[in-house]
């Protein structure tokens, strides 16, 4: 029963999320992300509702959200760190920093920690070339880190 | 009092908001009557927090400013203190600057139509509406704007193929997808100057006969996408966009679309495809997407920059900015000055200033205090510059020339700690990881290219031939400058940094 009403619920949202972006040309990228901010992934389930509202396949979808980086297939921990790999962080002792929050908790690029608290994401640019090396840790961005920073920052978002 | 605390992500990112509640909660306590105002940046990093106070004597910046400075900035009467920098325009580092495109960013609030009204905006969008569309176009051809996305195109050219080619339906594209790795003049124009986006996509737009236009932007800016929809909702309150743009007979409106985190949409074709809410694969062309872009529909798809800058060019005339430049680039370049460099920022200069002059007096040299190595100009797809080449004037040609491109006008500077090996096996690490698959040289070539720099690095004989090789391949091979460009920071590291290449010495070092 309580799956059954989950999935309802999944259905109803979805469903919501496709009218309100009924309209826009290529609504398929704008959909996507708001399912994501809904359910923080995009669900399997939500697909075959998506493909039939926009008349295309789930292997349709299912190639644009393998695609992108920026969808993903399964939640991510409570906190998501964004370190940046690019050349200017790299310039600016950015490759200490990611070690560092590597090490830290435990992990490698893409992993949840086991208790769920914290996913480390490699980014590619945040636009902070001059101030860097860069984080984004829940969409709050940090400018000039060095090991110390960062081991303070994931060690507050893993509390 | 007037307290302008910047809200760019690089100031935020330095603790910006921190300090406007700080701000806030001591003229509170202190029963101070201000206003704060949220600028963009001025464009000096290295002094973010940049807080600028107008008072009847002026105004003058204080920076950077953390958050336990405040109270002393009051008690200081934002006068003699230790962080005073005087007027923003004495500042070396702004002095030198020619600002044209970047003219009201930072001085102005980004999110009040009559600040940017004041400050010059709307002018060149009601020059362009006394305007036929031919004259329009001609008038951006004149200018001599190319692409500043970094293939330098002719803008005025590609506008005129959109403006010939008929349509019901024609489209502008704004390119925000800003991914090059030293760049973020996209990012610093939308978050302190959005109006003139705005205004540069509407004057594109009445030229071409679009009605309507896409602003881009990757996921990785949220500020600049919260501000560009603020911004564009507030252009249509005031009439500036919509049926009738200004109260004329033409139609103009415009949304925001939110990339999702691939690299390679900042490829024109790419980013179609993305916008049409497909895999963000690149196209052959042609067709070219001035004749069959966006929905198959003529298209004209620019670099925030290069639309950003039309409407100064309507506002002062093609001539005021075609005088500006060296050779065949007219007008100003914002450079972004970033990595390892004592003074990072935005520097918008007329083309023609010396790789040097920028890295050593601009930049300062680098923020350790080591000596420069290398610099990347052009981002992730850009050569590497030794020293010896740094009497490079900025320039389309002139980077050509030297086996390099200026891009998106980035330049990232490296100390003589950087591994130029490792940097080169990281470009092709980067291909790898963000190729769109489409073409075999970029997907299959990138991951063959690092497994040979390692190979490289273990001192296998002729792996260093078959890097060669494989890197003229994947540059005359490849679809787009993903994998086409690719070869530039690898070859470039390559020939101008052989002594990192070569792994008896570097055993040595070690």
Request: glycine content about 12%; some cysteine.
């Amino acid at each position: 029963m309580a799956e059954n009403s989950a999935a309802s619920a999944l259905a109803q949202r979805v469903s919501e999320i496709i009218v309100e972006h009924e309209g826009l040309e290529g609504p398929l990228l704008p959909i996507l992300h708001a399912i994501q901010a809904e359910f923080g992934h995009v669900p399997d389930a939500a697909l075959p509702q998506i493909a039939r509202a926009l008349n295309i396949s789930r292997a349709d979808i299912h190639g644009v959200t393998s695609f992108y980086h920026d969808f993903r297939e399964h939640a991510a921990g409570r906190h998501v760190v964004k370190i940046c790999r690019a050349e200017a962080c790299q310039a600016s002792g950015g490759n200490a920093v990611a070690e560092a929050a590597l090490s830290r908790l435990g992990v490698t690029w893409h992993e949840t920690t086991p208790d769920g608290a914290v996913t480390v994401e490699p980014v590619y640019c945040l636009g902070l070339c001059a101030c860097g090396p860069a984080a984004m840790v829940d969409g709050k961005l940090h400018g000039r880190l060095d090991a110390d920073r960062i081991e303070t920052l994931v060690g507050e978002a893993r509390a | 009092m007037k307290i302008f605390v910047p809200r760019d992500a690089a100031a935020k990112a330095l603790g910006a908001d921190e300090v406007a509640n700080a701000i806030t909660a001591e003229a509170a306590a202190r029963g101070l009557d201000i206003t704060l105002v949220r600028n963009g940046t001025r464009g000096m990093v290295w002094l973010e927090p940049l807080v600028e106070v107008e008072t009847s004597a002026g105004r003058t910046a204080f920076g950077p400013v953390t958050a336990t400075d405040v109270k002393s900035l009051f008690e200081a009467e934002f006068h003699r203190h230790p962080l005073a920098l005087g007027a923003v325009e004495t500042i070396p580092f702004f002095a030198r600057q020619t600002r044209l495109t970047f003219a009201r960013c930072g001085l102005i609030d980004p999110l009040s139509l009559a600040d940017y009204e004041a400050h010059g905006g709307i002018a060149g969008l009601r020059a362009a509406l006394e305007m036929t569309s031919a004259e329009i176009v001609e008038e951006v051809t004149t200018s001599g704007l190319r692409g500043r996305g970094g293939a330098g195109f002719p803008t005025g050219i590609k506008w005129k193929t959109v403006h010939d080619t008929p349509a019901a339906q024609k489209y502008i594209v704004c390119n925000a997808d800003e991914g090059d790795s030293g760049t973020f003049a996209d990012r610093m124009i939308m978050e302190g100057d959005p109006f003139t986006l705005i205004e540069g996509m509407t004057i594109a737009g009445i030229g071409v006969g679009a009605t309507k236009g896409y602003v881009y932007i990757r996921s990785e800016y949220p500020d600049a996408i919260e501000v560009m929809q603020r911004a564009i909702e507030l252009a249509r309150h005031a009439g500036l966009l919509g049926p009738s743009v200004l109260g004329s007979h033409h139609a103009f409106d415009m949304e925001v679309r939110v990339g999702a985190g691939a690299y390679v949409c900042g490829e024109e074709t790419s980013l179609l495809n993305s916008l049409e809410g497909k895999r963000g694969v690149v196209r052959a062309k042609p067709p070219l997407p001035a004749i069959q872009g966006l929905f198959g529909r003529p298209t004209v798809i620019n670099n925030v920059i290069s639309l950003a800058t039309v409407p100064v060019i309507f506002e002062k005339g093609a001539g005021h900015y075609r005088d500006f430049g060296l050779g065949r680039s007219r007008g100003t370049i914002p450079i972004q000055i970033a990595g390892n460099v004592k003074y990072g920022g935005l520097f918008e200069t007329a083309f023609g200033m010396s790789l040097g002059a920028l890295v050593d007096e601009v930049a300062g040299g680098t923020f350790t205090g080591r000596p420069v190595k290398a610099v990347q100009v052009g981002g992730p797809l850009g050569a590497y510059f030794p020293r010896d080449k740094f009497d490079t004037p900025f320039g389309y040609e002139e980077f050509d020339g030297e086996g390099g491109l200026i891009g998106h006008a980035g330049i990232v500077v490296f100390d003589d700690n950087a591994d130029m090996l490792k940097m080169a096996r990281f470009a092709l690490e980067f291909c790898a990881v963000e190729s769109c698959g489409k073409c075999t040289p970029c997907r299959l070539g990138a991951v063959r290219g690092m497994e040979t720099v390692d190979r490289i690095a273990s001192g296998e004989p002729g792996a260093l031939e078959l890097l060669t090789d494989l890197c003229e391949t994947m540059r005359d091979g490849s679809l787009c400058a993903l994998g086409g460009f690719t070869p530039y920071p690898v070859m470039s590291a390559v020939s101008h940094f052989p002594d990192d290449f070569n792994a008896t010495r570097q055993e040595a070092a070690e």
